[in-house]
């Protein structure tokens, strides 16, 4: 937008320079011989018309002839008009750059968090960041005067570059946070060039892909976020056993996968989720998963999932039958469709989920951008901190393991798998499906429940039972098969197989993933 605005301005400001030369050269010629006139060069009319623009007005040069006195009344009217545009361009300096860097540039030793626009998705998450945050400097890379709504709380609006706010910051204190939430942002802004060079972490909404947990960039897909933020706030219960998912696009596909691979809540595995929309590229991908669920058909002892290729509005038996109901069309106008035509024209005694971001009495809504853009959710630091210490557990006991930026993506994802699934594990433990916070006293108490289980034979191969299903669902989602050996290049591992089937040393293998919820504790000390 700045160069449009240059090249516009290109012009007139060559014209403006013809019309400056010609005058003077009228100027010369007019005064050049005339008696008394101190004005007798080009360069003679140059200082005159200077001096003149600048309202100094020293007086050793002055026209004698109609036509100077003329061409020097222009002048004095140029001067106004220079004057007028030199104090507005001083003003708008200071107002949209120069003072809100100047006010930056006090604030060094604070934690900065730079926002490349300011959308109703950047606000929630700035006002998230000063809630963990109180002394952060939030920076929206854009002109001020270009928003109506004005935030309650503080933050400048800065129209320069990522690079100019980094560069700024001078090194101190901790690295700027560089956000861009419109999706694929990252690839096409301009702002975005070049961002992984900077001395700075980089946060950027994405459609495809996983998140990237090396260098500066760390990408997240808002669908995703939806899904984790969805069952950790709703969490199946017991009697829950007919899932009816509708609407298989983005938020659809997210949601099932973190079912998958997140709802292993007590060894008793029949829970059903009969998903309706476009599921054929999804099962291209996932070509191994009925080696952890039944697909399309009950498999005793697994949970299962049945997609239907038919409409959700011929399902009326199924819909009467179901024990929760998950509405997550992409489109939002579509997701209110079917939840009044659901409750209008359908027989259900079951709560209704509704994906939205509109908030409406007697409705359960969820995937709003208060539960969607948090900095748990973007930047990951309790669920990454888990990870890592996950890692390192296994670290301790295995010889000649990897730290973790050694890490390959796909174990990288298996340990972010094992900490997203422990607040499963707490409840478990504590016999509370509600339970929803992560702090030290719910851990404590968690471990302290795990160490009286594990003394039980019955309950601790329950737990291992539990985790074992967790972890062949992940590898099986990721298409690993069993194989008699462990063989990463083919996707093999001999631990994909029934429980019963393991050896005691291999049952034994999952107990590190349970004694994770001491460590978590301990840290949180």
Not at 17 to 27: F, K, R, S, T, V
Not at 127 to 147: A, C, S
Not at 164 to 190: M, T
Request: glycine residues 6%; proline residues 3%; hydrophobic residues 40%.
């Amino acid at each position: 937008m700045d160069n449009e605005k240059r090249r516009k301005a290109l012009p007139p400001i060559l014209l403006f320079l013809m019309a400056y030369i010609a005058l003077l050269m009228i100027l010369t010629v007019a005064e050049r011989g005339q008696p008394g006139s101190q004005i007798q060069t080009f360069s003679d009319a140059i200082w005159f018309s200077l001096v003149t623009i600048s309202s100094v007005g020293y007086g050793d040069m002055t026209p004698v002839t109609p036509l100077g006195h003329a061409i020097g009344v222009i002048f004095l009217i140029m001067s106004m008009g220079v004057l007028v545009a030199l104090f507005g361009y001083v003003v708008s300096a200071i107002s949209s750059e120069g003072l809100p860097m100047f006010r930056l540039g006090l604030r060094r030793s604070k934690n900065w968090y730079y926002f490349a626009e300011f959308t109703a998705e950047a606000d929630v998450l700035a006002r998230d960041v000063l809630r963990e945050d109180p002394d952060g400097v939030i920076i929206f890379g854009i002109n001020r005067e270009k928003e109506i709504e004005v935030p309650d709380y503080q933050c400048l609006f800065i129209n320069v570059s990522p690079a100019r706010i980094v560069a700024h910051k001078k090194g101190k204190g901790q690295r700027c946070k560089l956000f861009f939430l419109d999706e694929n942002d990252i690839g096409r802004s301009l702002k975005a060039a070049n961002v992984q060079e900077l001395d700075a972490d980089v946060y950027a909404r994405t459609t495809s892909g996983q998140e990237k947990m090396a260098g500066n960039l760390n990408f997240f897909q808002s669908y995703d976020c939806c899904a984790r933020s969805y069952w950790r706030d709703n969490p199946l219960f017991a009697w829950e056993n007919i899932v009816v998912i509708i609407g298989f696009g983005n938020y659809g596909m997210a949601l099932l996968e973190r079912a998958i691979l997140m709802n292993i809540n007590d060894s008793d595995f029949d829970v059903s989720y009969h998903v309706f929309g476009d599921s054929e590229h999804f099962r291209k991908i996932h070509v191994n998963l009925g080696a952890a669920m039944g697909i399309n058909e009950v498999h005793p002892g697994h949970d299962s999932i049945f997609f239907h290729d038919e409409d959700w509005t011929s399902a009326h038996d199924l819909i009467s039958k179901a024990d929760r109901i998950i509405i997550c069309e992409d489109r939002e106008d579509t997701g209110w469709d079917d939840y009044w035509k659901l409750k209008r024209y359908y027989e259900h005694d079951c709560k209704v989920h509704l994906r939205t971001n509109l908030k409406a009495q007697g409705v359960d809504i969820f995937g709003t951008n208060e539960q969607i853009y948090t900095v748990n959710q973007i930047v990951r630091t309790r669920l990454n901190d888990a990870a890592r210490i996950m890692n390192d557990l296994y670290r301790r006991s295995v010889e000649e393991s990897l730290d973790w930026d050694e890490l390959s993506d796909q174990l990288k994802q298996s340990k972010i798998a094992v900490a997203d699934h422990l607040m499963m594990k707490v409840r478990v433990l504590l016999r509370d499906r509600t339970i929803s916070t992560f702090d030290r006293k719910t851990f404590l108490a968690a471990y302290e429940a795990l160490q009286e289980a594990v003394k039980d034979p019955e309950k601790l191969d329950m737990l291992r039972r539990i985790e074992h299903a967790r972890w062949v669902r992940f590898y099986a989602y990721c298409n690993w098969k069993y194989g008699k050996v462990k063989n990463p290049k083919k996707h093999e591992n001999p631990m994909i197989c029934e429980y019963e089937d393991l050896s005691e040393e291999q049952k034994a293998h999952h107990d590190n993933a349970w004694e994770l919820i001491g460590e978590i504790a301990r840290q949180l000390s």
